[in-house]
Nanobody, 124 residues
C-alpha cells in the first residue's frame, strides 16, 4: 500500500516562496505518475502539477511560478512554489497513480493514493 506524507506547508507573504515535499513509501513498484492538487473550502480539488517519466504538466494558474520535481533516490516528490499569491492559499495534497505514465488528466478519481494534505497560507 502506497503511503504519501506531505510536509513544508506554512504561512508566507505574497511574493514569497515555499517548497512542499511528499515522501512516498510502502510500494513494490514506484508510482510512475505523481501530482500535486489543492483545495479550498467549498471548492473542488484542483490539479496543480503532475509528472511522469515523459512529461510535466501545470495548471495555467501556476505556470512559470511552480516547479514539480522528484528525487527517486529519496522517494520524494517536490513542489517549489515561487511568487506566491493570496489565491494560492489552500490545502495541498500529493497524489499518485500506479501507472508508468499519467492517465486521465486532472481527474481526481484516477489517482488511487493520497496524502493527508498540508496547509499553505499566503497573506497579502
Amino acid at each position: 500500500q502506497v503511503q504519501l506524507v506531505e510536509s513544508g506547508g506554512g504561512s508566507v507573504q505574497a511574493g514569497g516562496s515555499l517548497r512542499l515535499s511528499c515522501a512516498a513509501s510502502g510500494y513494490t513498484y514506484r508510482p510512475g505518475c505523481m501530482s500535486w492538487f489543492r483545495q479550498t473550502p467549498g471548492k473542488e480539488r484542483e490539479g496543480v502539477a503532475m509528472l511522469d517519466r515523459y512529461m510535466t504538466r501545470y495548471a495555467d494558474s501556476v505556470k512559470g511560478r511552480f516547479t514539480i520535481s522528484r528525487d527517486n533516490d529519496k522517494n520524494t516528490l517536490y513542489l517549489q512554489m515561487n511568487s506566491l499569491k493570496p489565491e494560492d492559499t489552500a490545502i495541498y495534497y500529493c497524489a499518485a497513480q500506479a501507472y508508468v505514465y499519467c492517465v486521465g488528466g486532472w481527474s481526481v478519481g484516477t489517482f488511487g493514493y493520497w496524502g493527508q494534505g498540508t496547509q499553505v497560507t499566503v497573506s497579502s
